[in-house]
């Protein structure tokens, strides 16, 4: 079966090519499973923030819950002490600005405990805020009023609410809801008054009514509990922010929108975005978080590309994979080359040993085997060819005369000779002790006898010089020509015959079988 030779680069650049396409599809996969890793990163990140929002604003509900029922639970007589009892509850809230006690006071009773107020609060005023501008006292005394009868903690800003009351409808419709749901309401958002009342100035607090019912009246029915008054709890949203953010340093940062769904949110449905959020690109989540009476929409972003660590360690695999792939070719460049080498000289070798199977090893020219196999080949063939039988004359006396290692160099030089005048396709060889034998492509036995002829003389011309003897050699050449049927053995017995003829009739001379 033949061997298919490719050439040298096939194989390293074979190997290269597979290192190089094994390492795009180790990259590809591993950077599928980080984008994967990442979504899913993504997705739990945003829903752990969500659920810290949820439980800080819940937390802050409760506790404003538990101020609600130091109204609903004290009596009035007492209610003077919510100053000894909020800073507690205060310390585990970060976000409330204000906790606010909404006393409801009925229209007759409005200036009696406006004084009584003014009595504990030096400076105190009943106002309210109509379209954005402040107004003293009571525009109307015709209807109830709920009044910020007390206010903590006790800032600056905050105590400049005391004796504020409310006018705006939305407030009526949160009064309406806490009386017939009995529950507490979540505003939407709003400009908290702490910080103006200005346009310009942004909304970020949210308020949370908290009912409080009268503790002494037995009708348990929603609809007709009588409300006595509401804590608010005022609720900065960037604040759950920052602590949202706080407790998430150090993960992936995600860009955050808040939507208020609830009643009343679209005026300002946006509670909360930060400067990065897009909706357009990225990687998105919505998640919900759900108020007593309202639900929010908190949305996150991120940007939906690979981190640097996680560029690096492609990069790193990839550049790995192509050092491997490099060395993986030059590994079967060396040795593709080794082998090729190996072979070569294998087929050197080979070549080297055939040719001294069939050659001579004194003379170089045809052995024996070599010419046997190349007249059974001709004759089966049924080529033109004629057979020379070649003696040296008195070859031992030359032995005897200058020995045997002339006597060598002799037959070197005859057998250098015969080939010298023969055709590249004719065949010398040396088939006896001082016997050799040339095939030569010839037409007929004239052609033959020229060229034996010419053989002879070309030895019998040339001087054999050794030391200080020149001496002559002589040839007896019997020859055939190939003739239909005739078989190797019967061209061997008369080319035989014909060389005993010449050696017979005295030597140097050539005689050819008709
Ligand atoms: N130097 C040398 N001599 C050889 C070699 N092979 C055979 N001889 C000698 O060649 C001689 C051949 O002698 P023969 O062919 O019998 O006779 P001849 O002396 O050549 O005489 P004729 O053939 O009758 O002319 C012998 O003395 C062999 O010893 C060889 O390889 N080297």
Redo the contacts with the bound molecule.
């Keep these: 079966m033949s061997k298919i030779n490719f050439p040298k680069y096939t194989w390293p650049v074979a190997v290269f090519s597979i290192g190089l396409v094994a390492t795009l599809l180790v990259v590809a996969i591993a950077r599928n499973y980080q984008i994967h890793a990442n979504k899913e990163s993504f997705h739990h990140g945003a829903q752990q923030r969500t659920l810290t929002l949820q439980s800080l604003i819940d937390s802050d509900i409760h506790i404003l819950g538990s101020a609600a029922n130091f109204f609903y639970s004290t009596p009035s007589e007492l209610w003077d002490n919510f100053d000894v009892f909020t800073p507690r509850i205060l310390e585990y809230s970060m976000a409330i600005v204000a906790v606010e006690w909404l006393e409801r006071i009925p229209p007759n009773k409005l200036d009696t405990r406006v004084e009584a107020l003014k009595k504990r609060f030096p400076g105190f005023q009943a106002h309210t805020v109509i379209d954005r501008q402040k107004v003293i006292g009571f525009h109307d005394k015709t209807t109830e009023k709920f009044l910020v009868a007390d206010i903590m903690p006790r800032t600056a800003n905050n105590m400049n609410l005391l004796g504020f009351y409310p006018v705006q409808e939305r407030f009526s419709r949160s009064v309406e809801s806490m009386e017939r749901t009995g529950v507490a309401v979540v505003s939407d958002r709003v400009r908290l008054l702490q910080d103006g009342t200005h346009s310009t100035i942004d909304k970020t607090g949210v308020l949370v009514y908290h009912p409080v019912f009268d503790a002494n009246n037995q009708d348990k029915t929603a609809q007709n509990k009588p409300l006595i008054g509401s804590v608010i709890g005022v609720l900065r949203i960037t604040d759950y922010i920052s602590e949202v953010l706080r407790k998430f340093e150090g993960h992936r940062p995600l860009n955050l929108k808040i939507v208020d769904t609830g009643f009343e949110a679209e005026d300002a449905s946006l509670l909360y975005t930060n400067e990065y959020y897009s909706d357009s690109k990225g990687l998105h989540s919505r998640n919900l978080l759900h108020l007593p009476n309202r639900v929010w929409e908190v949305h996150y972003q991120a940007e939906d590309k690979l981190s640097s660590d996680q560029v690096l360690a492609l990069s790193i695999i990839a550049g790995a994979g192509f050092l491997l792939s490099v060395l993986m070719a030059t590994i079967f460049y060396v040795l593709d080359s080794h082998r090729l080498v190996i072979s070569r000289r294998l087929a050197d070798r080979t070549q080297q040993l055939e040719q001294l199977v069939h050659q001579d090893c ?1 003379t170089g020219v045809a052995n024996r085997r070599k010419f046997d196999a190349t007249i059974s080949l001709w004759v089966a063939a049924k080529k033109s060819f004629g057979l020379l039988v070649l ?7 030359i ?1 005897d005369t200058y020995g ?1 290692a002339i ?2 160099e002799v ?1 070197k030089t005859i057998s250098y000779l015969l080939t010298d005048q023969c055709r590249t396709k004719d065949i010398v060889a040396r088939i006896g ?2 016997e050799l034998a040339v095939l030569c492509h010839v037409n007929s036995d004239r052609e033959l006898c020229q060229l034996a002829e010419v053989l002879r003389q070309q030895v019998e011309r040339n001087p054999f010089v050794v030391k200080e003897h020149r001496f002559r050699v002589q040839l007896s050449i019997g020859g055939v020509f190939y003739r239909n049927g005739m078989t190797e053995e019967d061209m061997h017995i008369q080319a035989d015959r014909e060389l005993y003829n010449a ?1 017979r009739s005295g ?1 140097n001379q050539v005689s050819i079988a008709a």
């Design positions: 004194l003696d040296v004359d008195r070859f031992k006396s032995n045997h006597g060598d037959l002790g001082d050696k030597r």
